[in-house]
């Protein structure tokens, strides 16, 4: 290969690198996805340009390389552009499926090729290639097929959907597509298999992330980024291009670790995650034993002079405040009382919303300050000494079930202690469960009062309280 | 040609391998809460660099199966790494220091 190319290659490298540490640093996070762009279309024109085969010739179809890479830039630019901060997740996950789903493409033509190959007598090249093509395929197709289940789960567009045995039956094809595999690696199965091992892939995937239900989908999502990190991976050994190599598995083990600390953040395990069916039809019913007693709602004026004479106000986000696209309104609520002289803070749970920080990013949107924004273990000693907390589309990361009641689901979860507080006025549409399927105590307790409706309804309607009072 | 053999071949990629994972765990393992999303989204374009294995194939795609099949892989890894970095780019632009 050359040398050029060689040398953008390993800039490339040290820019995903570089990239991937500013990223985990807010002061220096753009500059770091920056770094990494420049790194990437580098690594991709120098690819185009300076690549060549085995026999020493350049890259051929320029004209419809280049054609495919403007269709893909304007797609993924207009969709990563228009698409609503509330439904980030979701795009993560579609385009994390269009990468496995590349990575499958390449295994499925290079198959081609090397089927080619061996006919005309090259065996020993389709022995080395085989097993790196197939984990490329099975990995890819898991991922692209995955993710696209995660991503209209998000939407809306899909249900949980779980039968009786589906771990059973889940195992069973992973372990028939990894039997198969082999078999097809050890050069036992005719070349048709190959794509049965494809469809089988495909299944798989919906099929694992089928039953996996809504407050799960972040771990999931992360799992499948790191997926199609060792499936791009795949591609590096194929090509000896070590720039897919270390792109891949930095992802990959990066990926893994972020998988980790979200189940931390939880307290629950891989497995529990991806066996347990917690969220799923499973569990509803569960713990809902020793609720007991009545709610109370509280007017919107009552509401809004508790809040305005209050000393300390907390918000609690939830995902309910994403899916009312509440953020500005909040922002709104929060300057106001701060006009007001009450100290307003944001208490954000790591697991509220679909993805850890996805709270961070929508009010972040609303330019909400960075310095309001108070992580858990930060906020919770501070409950004691709060007026008011104001819970908006939160349910299992405030239910005191966690810490007191060790048949619930979600016992052992770490949760935002608002029960300390003096007052608590939660906004909900309705006193349907929340993604755990399990009741609330918090609803019944003397301090907490329900405001019922559309969480962005409820504010505006707040905010002209506040102002007219 | 064994399990020994393919070692043999690959043997510094599979140093690589190695210190990458380890790498990937080093950057990642201080990460505030708040840059979770972006993370996870700055990784996802990252791994898009398939995109270039997609443009190997197509550049050496012979008859028309393989172009069709070429074009896809590079119209997808494209969406992958496009998509990816600008999405990441918006939800950190959000992030910009106020007052």
């Known amino acids: 290969m050359d040398h050029v190319l060689q040398l953008v290659y390993l800039l490339a490298a040290v820019s995903f690198m570089v990239g991937l540490k500013m990223l985990s640093r807010p002061d220096s996070a753009r500059r770091g996805n920056a770094i990494a762009a420049i790194g990437m279309t580098l690594a991709i024109f120098a690819t185009i340009f300076l690549f060549r085969g085995q026999d020493g010739s350049h890259l051929g179809n320029l004209p419809y390389i280049f054609i495919a890479l403007v269709v893909g830039s304007a797609i993924g630019y207009l969709m990563a552009k228009?698409?609503?901060?509330?439904?980030?997740?979701?795009?993560?996950?579609?385009?994390?499926?269009?990468?496995?789903?590349?990575?499958?493409?390449?295994?499925?033509?290079?198959?081609?090729?090397?089927?080619?190959?061996?006919?005309?007598?090259?065996?020993?090249?389709?022995?080395?290639?085989i097993p790196i093509i197939l984990a490329g395929l099975v990995i890819g197709a898991v991922s692209f097929s995955g993710s696209m289940v995660a991503y209209g789960k998000l939407e809306g567009k899909l249900k949980d959907l779980s039968v009786r045995g589906q771990q059973f039956v889940n195992m069973s094809f992973l372990l028939g597509i990894l039997l198969l595999s082999?078999?097809?690696?050890?050069?036992?199965?005719?070349?048709?298999?190959?794509?049965?091992?494809?469809?089988?892939?495909?299944?798989?995937?919906?099929?694992?992330?089928f039953p996996i239900g809504g407050a799960d989908m972040p771990v999931v999502i992360s799992l499948l980024n790191s997926f199609t990190g060792v499936a791009a991976a795949c591609g590096g050994f194929l090509y000896d291009n070590y720039v897919m190599l270390i792109g891949g598995i930095l992802v990959g083990s990066a990926g893994t670790i972020l998988t980790v600390a979200m189940c931390k953040a939880m307290n629950r395990s891989l497995t529990n995650v991806l066996v347990g069916n917690f969220g799923g039809g499973g569990a509803s019913g569960v713990g809902s034993a020793g609720v007991e007693g009545t709610t109370k709602e509280i007017s919107l004026s009552d509401a809004a002079v508790l809040m305005k004479y209050a000393k300390k106000v907390v918000i609690v986000p939830g995902y309910g405040l994403a899916v009312a696209q509440a953020q500005h309104v909040c922002h709104e609520i929060e300057t106001l009382l701060e006009d007001e002289g009450v100290e307003v803070k944001y208490a954000i749970h790591p697991v509220a919303g679909r993805m850890p920080g996805h709270m961070n990013v929508l009010l972040a949107e609303s330019n909400v300050s960075y310095d309001k924004l108070v992580e858990m273990e930060d906020i919770n000693p501070e409950f004691k000494s709060t007026d008011v907390v104001l819970v908006v589309g939160a349910n299992d990361v405030v239910n005191p079930a966690a810490k007191t009641d060790p048949s619930s689901p979600i016992f052992g979860m770490p949760i935002l202690d608002v029960e300390d507080s003096r007052n608590i006025i939660v906004l909900k549409r309705s006193m349907k469960a929340g993604y755990a399927g399990i009741e609330n105590a918090l609803f019944y307790e003397p301090q907490t009062f329900m405001l019922f409706g559309d969480a962005k309804d409820s504010l505006t309607r707040l905010v002209s309280e506040i102002k007219s009072n | 040609m064994g399990i020994l053999e393919f070692i043999h071949q690959h043997i510094e990629m599979i140093y690589l391998i190695i210190l990458m994972v380890f790498v990937g765990i080093e950057l990642i393992?201080?990460?505030?809460?708040?840059?979770?999303?972006?993370?996870?989204?700055?990784?996802?374009?990252?791994?898009?660099?398939?995109?270039?294995?997609?443009?190997?194939?197509?550049?050496?795609?012979?008859?028309?199966?393989?172009?069709?099949?070429?074009?896809?892989?590079?119209?997808?890894?494209?969406?992958?790494?496009?998509?990816?970095?600008?999405?990441?780019?918006?939800?950190l632009e959000m992030f910009k220091k106020k007052k």
């Open chain 1, 182 to 209: 082999v078999l097809f690696a050890l050069g036992s199965l005719d070349g048709v298999w190959f794509y049965l091992i494809l469809g089988l892939s495909l299944v798989y995937g919906l099929l694992f992330v």
């Open chain 1, 82 to 129: 228009r698409v609503q901060m509330t439904a980030m997740p979701q795009m993560v996950s579609f385009f994390n499926g269009m990468g496995g789903a590349c990575a499958a493409m390449i295994s499925l033509i290079e198959y081609g090729h090397l089927s080619h190959a061996a006919e005309s007598g090259d065996a020993a090249l389709f022995q080395t290639k």
């Open chain 2, 29 to 91: 393992s201080h990460v505030p809460s708040v840059l979770h999303t972006p993370l996870m989204s700055g990784a996802n374009a990252i791994h898009g660099v398939v995109i270039i294995g997609a443009i190997i194939v197509m550049g050496q795609a012979e008859g028309a199966l393989a172009l069709i099949l070429g074009f896809i892989a590079v119209v997808l890894g494209t969406l992958n790494v496009v998509g990816g970095f600008v999405v990441t780019d918006r939800m």
